[in-house]
């Protein structure tokens, strides 16, 4: 069964919040372009779109059937185009491309681990591939439906995992079912006190198995940690057998497995179970912008912020590009631009580099934090803007993916991506990889959003006007510019989108020969036949 | 070329360092066992033992020579009694034994990554099983110089790798050559104002490699983090390649190798390099003892104090055995005694758990959390004792494992094991294990050391009258009963000491079938003939 809100396969979250495009984006992006948008264009209908027949074998079909039930089963049109694509620039160009979609053959939906491990034998025995499949949010190709040489394949859905299987309070450990989504989790751990702190921008659609297998971070990792930190046991489901690694604080027995799950993305197995810290729910939330001279002296002002203890939950900290737009994207130009210049000119500062900070936790210790790191920020020429600001970042904090959706349909490329490094590194990676992208679109802004002692990561934006003749082949060209430019220049292909059919040649170079092999080792014991994901990862 | 110092091959440390048995130590004992200790037996000297005849054959000798050079090959006697064993009990018996010794057929000490790489190759060529050597502390024998199959074994020294090979001060990353050892570690990041915080019992001899290897966890772990979460970047030579690890704060890029290379105990490589997280020297170092009402309420109250985020940097919670025997130790019986139980029924106690805090870091931020955390303790029925007995702990907290040797010449067994749990299952493993030792051994003791948001190690010592007829076999017989124990109630099977020899039986239970496959595999993948380490972890 599905769950009660699948995302539309067209693109972002479900048509009734998708709202609308605004005119202040519209006529900044025409001004930029120099040019007008193009008139907009209706993402397809389902009827509209082109599907081979599902090459499921009849008698696969009955096992499977006979396995989890025939009403977790599906074949038809719906449910295999809605798992036929993850969100990212290329699965929605391919969802507009009068092209034939490749789909999964058909979806099925196991009620439990014990279902898993059956399906996952049935799919041995027929020679099926099987991608696992949470939130259908990878940006990445995370969950394309590749066969890898075998004649059909299967998404296996995992919404039915949704339990909050244990919550050992006194331990702060919360165990969940893979398949719960982030608001469904998070409204299980508040009614009893508590959060994960878990919250990416996928967040509304993304589960927990997806975020463990992806090596999430979450727009709140700075406070809450990564979910790779917060693993503390899980339970993966391969071919070959099951990893069920008990939840434990910390051991010294040998290479830790929890680490074969954390980025395991599917190739591995399917996590069915991670159990996670978990803390307080915040006594107190509060959000709050201020303006730094430039990027150069924010990212050092929260350098020594993190060095010292002082970061807030949520810090995110936008270059002079990033700013200009999300000002002008907030209306926050002509008139009202030009009191936000004359409020900061009257306190010696000019439009810069827009800071977020979010504080969560008790009131008492927040405002201690909050009082040296506004003094460190202060120092280092902040000038506050307010919580206003600060609030309306977080109530648009999931919102960017519709507006992507928005610009597709007015002729408007719009793509992510992101790296990290260490502080040292911070400023020549973040040149590296701007002016990378700056060949290939008139607006590229970037945002650091994570806070490590020995580093940060970076999250850029680029825009530019859709080559109509070929949008995939201008996608491609401006990724594998800043793709190289990463490596040169000493980032991680990725931070937290994770590697995918995306980033596949770049784990070389991040890992090295040795270690691509390393793992491909440790894929050929847990799924000998190659069923899992496959061309993902690895 | 050997280090400076190198550890005598009958016990810990070196001969001038060792101190004398006190009498303190005696009369507790011969108290506790209702009778007196037997009489000293002085340890081996060199010339008594019995070694066989270097094995290594006279083209390999040639090779390595040529390869390293003819000073840093060495076969005499006196490099190979040293490399024969590690620390553990067992090794200090097989020492005492009269039996001829196993011992590595050579010694090699390479100077750098390079000559690493190229003495695997002609070990991998001339079938020569290779033993990782950093500071010989192992004590689960993970450094006894087994063949797995070969003619002959060397063990690899790394002393002569021990540079600071990078300290990026604005990313507080330190790279360390992996032969490093604690003190001049320290004293090389000290003389710029840094510590790496990680202070094992064994700090005076064990090496950075070593630390890595096993995954040590550090007196300091609680403060400062354990050695695998702060490990960042790593180098690892195999004979299939090396892993190659860059310095990254953080990434989504798969499953993370720093974590294959962390606890790989030397099967599947030699660590060459490794960048840790470092922190400023700390402005105060402050250690104060107190006194709980009893283990549980100390544990309860840790648990309290991690989880507000207000631990010290040290914590270490002795139970009331080990209260009792650590203040008999120390002197504090008979007079001494009496004046203590006066003191603390005075304030409304009685001798129960000793709790060692040692607050390090900046003055004022250790004064605001320390004040918090003895409000929380003294809730908690905690008794202050001052400073002095702080810093008497401080002082003696490396030198626990001479009077290890002290007692063994004197008939007794001293041995020490540990573990970690939840803390919901701390109390349940506690009695477990302490009850299965309770048959072996007329005195068993515990503490905590490490505290997790969630959960805590414990480590608990034995001791016993020697079985004179057969001491290995008495000692098998209380390992197994509380390994079993460890496993039986939900523990991780050494939250620091590793794996060796002596937990390989249990790491299925720790990993399950799977796990300890796809480790294998990983093992295949890097180290195709099985050269590295043979019979240690996996």
Redesign the interface.
């Known amino acids: 069964m599905a769950p009660s809100t699948e995302m539309r396969f067209s693109g972002w979250g479900v048509e009734a919040d998708a709202g609308e495009l605004s005119g202040h984006v519209i006529s900044w992006l025409e001004q930029r372009f120099g040019a007008p948008l193009a008139a907009r264009v209706a993402p397809p209908e389902l009827d509209d779109l082109r599907l081979s027949a599902s090459q499921l074998s009849k008698r696969a079909t009955a096992k499977l059937s006979a396995c989890v039930g025939a009403a977790n089963l599906r074949t038809d049109r719906g449910a295999r185009l809605i798992h036929a694509a993850g969100k990212g620039y290329p699965d929605l160009l391919a969802v507009r491309s009068g092209k034939r979609l490749p789909a999964p053959d058909a979806v099925v939906y196991p009620a439990d681990e014990s279902d898993v491990r059956a399906v996952l034998k049935i799919c041995g025995g027929q020679g099926i591939a099987v991608v696992p499949f949470g939130g259908g949010t990878s940006v990445v190709g995370g969950v394309a439906p590749l066969r890898g040489g075998f004649d059909s394949v299967i998404a296996l859905d995992l919404c039915r995992l949704r339990k909050l299987i244990d919550l050992?309070q006194?331990?702060?450990?919360g165990t969940f079912g893979a398949g719960l989504r982030g608001p469904e989790l998070e409204h299980l751990l508040r009614a009893r006190g508590y959060t994960l702190g878990h919250f990416p921008q996928s967040f509304e659609y993304s589960t927990v198995g997806g975020w463990v297998a992806?090596?999430?971070?979450g727009q709140a990792s700075t406070g809450y940690g990564?979910i790779?930190e917060k693993l503390?046991g899980a339970r993966l489901s391969?071919p070959?057998?099951?990893?069920?690694?008990?939840?434990?604080?910390?051991?010294?027995?040998?290479?830790?497995?929890?680490?074969?799950?954390?980025?395991?993305?599917g190739a591995?197995g399917v996590i069915t179970e991670a159990s996670l810290?978990i803390s307080p729910a915040p006594e107190v939330t509060r959000y709050e912008a201020l303006m730094m001279p430039s990027f150069e002296a924010a990212a050092e002002a929260l350098?020594t912020l993190e060095?010292q203890?002082l970061s807030p939950e949520v810090t995110r900290a936008s270059d002079e590009h990033e700013t200009e737009i999300g000002l002008a994207f907030a209306g926050v130009d002509g008139v009202k631009g030009k009191l936000l210049n004359g409020y900061l000119r009257g306190r010696g500062g000019a439009p810069g580099a827009l800071l977020i900070l979010g504080w969560e936790g008790a009131s008492g210790?927040i405002d201690q934090r909050r009082r040296a790191a506004l003094s460190v920020l202060k120092d280092a020429g902040a000038i506050g803007l307010g919580a206003g600001a600060g609030r309306a970042w977080a109530k648009s904090r999931f919102s960017t993916p519709y507006l992507r959706d928005h610009l597709l349909e007015r002729g408007v490329m719009v793509e992510t991506l992101e790296t990290?490094?260490?502080?040292?590194?911070l400023t020549r990676l973040y040149r590296g990889v701007g002016d990378a992208l700056a060949a290939h679109a008139p607006f590229v802004g970037c945002h650091i959003s994570?806070l490590?002692?020995?580093?940060?990561?970076l999250y850029f934006t680029f825009i530019a006007p859709q080559d109509r003749a070929d949008p995939l082949a201008q996608w491609k060209a401006a990724k594998r510019s800043a793709c190289d430019a990463i490596i040169a220049h000493?980032g991680?292909?990725?931070?937290?989108?994770?590697?995918g059919v995306d980033?596949r040649r770049?784990?070389k170079a991040?890992?090295?020969?040795?270690?691509v092999?390393?793992?491909?080792?440790?894929k050929?014991?847990?799924d000998p036949r190659g069923l899992m994901n496959p061309g993902k990862?690895?």
Do not use: F
């Open positions: 050992d006194s331990s702060r450990i992806t090596r999430s971070a990564r790779d503390v391969s070959a057998g099951e990893l069920k690694l008990a939840a434990r604080p910390a051991s010294a027995a040998g290479p830790d497995l929890r680490a074969l799950v954390a980025g395991s993305e591995l810290e350098r060095q203890g210790s990290s490094t260490s502080w040292s590194n994570h490590y002692l020995t580093g940060a990561s000493g991680t292909i990725t931070h937290h989108h994770a590697i980033h770049y784990l991040e890992d090295g020969a040795a270690g092999d390393a793992l491909r080792a440790v050929a014991s847990l990862l690895l």
